[in-house]
């Protein structure tokens, strides 16, 4: 079945550092591929998709590329601010199976030290 | 804001006893998930429903069970409560199965 694997946390950076935060999925088919964000005492929020190969998904300063050939989907920062200290979730959707819910990462905590 | 409304935001209460959790979709979409979230255990789905059906089923105990109604908002319920249902329940709509999904701020449920 489809599944999704990311970076353990927890990963702490200092302000302005470049940030990746790794994910690889297993599926058949094409699935579309998220990033949430779950910042501190609020829901998840949508940070950023991607629905086919190649595409690049980015919101607020933040990108993800749906690369086929490795099946990852990696999270990217050029410059991280404290207020990027939160949760992130990978997930995927869809794909031959069409699996008829969203299937979550474990999560990855970010800290940000000023 | 998500458009997705839960209530109550906080529930306290005692092992054995049985809660309603309530979910308001954002307006047009037709599917709603279950969602908990436990320090120990990350976010497990649970269930879903889409149009008022079960679509589909996570890991759910048999204590648990959920519907649907008429005007699209659902409810959760949690009965014979033990220490261990203590964690945040999120609720998520979307348009259909393959879109993303837009979370509710979540209810804190804390079994004594």
């Known amino acids: 079945g489809n599944s999704v694997t990311q970076m353990e946390g927890p990963v702490t950076l200092s302000e302005e550092a470049f940030l990746t935060i790794n994910c690889t999925y297993t599926?058949?088919?094409?699935?579309?591929l998220f990033w949430y964000v779950q910042y501190p005492g609020e829901g998840l929020q949508l940070l950023l998709k991607?629905?086919?190969?190649?595409d690049k998904g980015s919101n607020k300063g933040f990108e993800a590329t749906y690369r086929k050939e490795t099946t990852s989907f990696h999270l990217e920062k050029g410059s991280v601010q404290v207020s990027d200290s939160a949760v992130y979730f990978c997930?995927?959707?869809?794909?031959?199976?069409?699996?008829?819910?969203?299937?979550f990462g474990s999560g990855t905590r970010l800290s940000i030290r000023p | 804001d998500s458009g997705v409304t839960q209530t109550p935001k906080h529930l306290i209460t005692a092992t054995g006893q049985r809660v309603t959790l309530r979910c308001s979709p954002r307006?047009?979409?037709?599917?709603v998930y279950w969602y908990q979230q436990s320090l120990d255990q990350g976010l497990q789905f649970l269930i879903q429903?889409?149009?008022?059906?079960?679509?589909a089923k996570g890991n759910i105990l048999e204590r648990f069970s959920a519907q649907q109604f008429p005007d699209l908002h659902s409810e959760l319920n949690l009965s014979s409560l033990e220490l261990g249902d203590s964690a945040l329940y999120f609720c998520?709509?979307?348009?259909?199965?393959?879109?993303?999904?837009?979370f509710g701020p979540g209810t804190r449920l804390t079994v004594l």
């Open positions: 429903y889409y149009n008022g059906e079960e679509r």
């Open positions: 307006s047009g979409d037709l599917s």
């Open positions: 991607a629905t086919k190969a190649d």
């Open positions: 599926a058949t088919g094409y699935p579309s």
């Open positions: 998520a709509s979307s348009v259909s199965q393959e879109n993303e999904q837009f």
């Open positions: 997930a995927l959707s869809g794909g031959v199976s069409s699996a008829s819910k969203i299937i």
